[in-house]
């Protein structure tokens, strides 16, 4: 079975940065895309940044030029740099594994979500 453990999230000043961290363990063969989402209370759940395993990446208007993306494809590792967060940015984080190529055994494709992590910035 495929897990997805979420690091890094806390509390931080506005101004302030910190860095996500969502390791994805199990039989993988492949994964297209990591990425992460979130979900502040009362709304819905919005994609943040994602990259493929090629290193082409894509961000959320409000996130861009604050935020970086990146992933270790031999680590199965992807990570979110957030610098000059803002207190709009409080919310859930969720990290996602898109079509992810896994032996269960028999080889299985899905997607997987992690249990997310909460980040919180004070103004």
């Known amino acids: 079975q495929v897990q997805l453990v979420e690091s890094g999230g806390g509390l931080v000043q506005a101004g302030g940065s910190l860095r996500l961290s969502c390791a994805a363990s199990?039989?993988?063969?492949?994964?297209?895309?990591m990425g992460w989402y979130r979900q502040a209370p009362g709304k819905q759940r919005e994609l943040v940044a994602r990259?493929?395993?090629?290193?082409?990446?894509n961000y959320a208007d409000s996130v861009k030029g604050r935020f970086t993306i990146s992933r270790d494809n031999a680590k199965n590792t992807v990570y979110l740099q957030m610098n000059s967060l803002k207190p709009e940015d409080t919310a859930v984080y969720y990290c996602?594994?898109?079509?992810?190529?896994?032996?269960?055994?028999?080889?299985?494709?899905?997607?997987?979500w992690g249990q997310g992590t909460q980040v919180t910035v004070s103004s």
């Open positions: 996602n594994a898109d079509r992810v190529r896994a032996w269960v055994p028999g080889i299985s494709i899905n997607d997987y």
């Open positions: 990259v493929t395993s090629g290193g082409s990446t």
């Open positions: 199990g039989n993988i063969i492949s994964i297209n895309a």
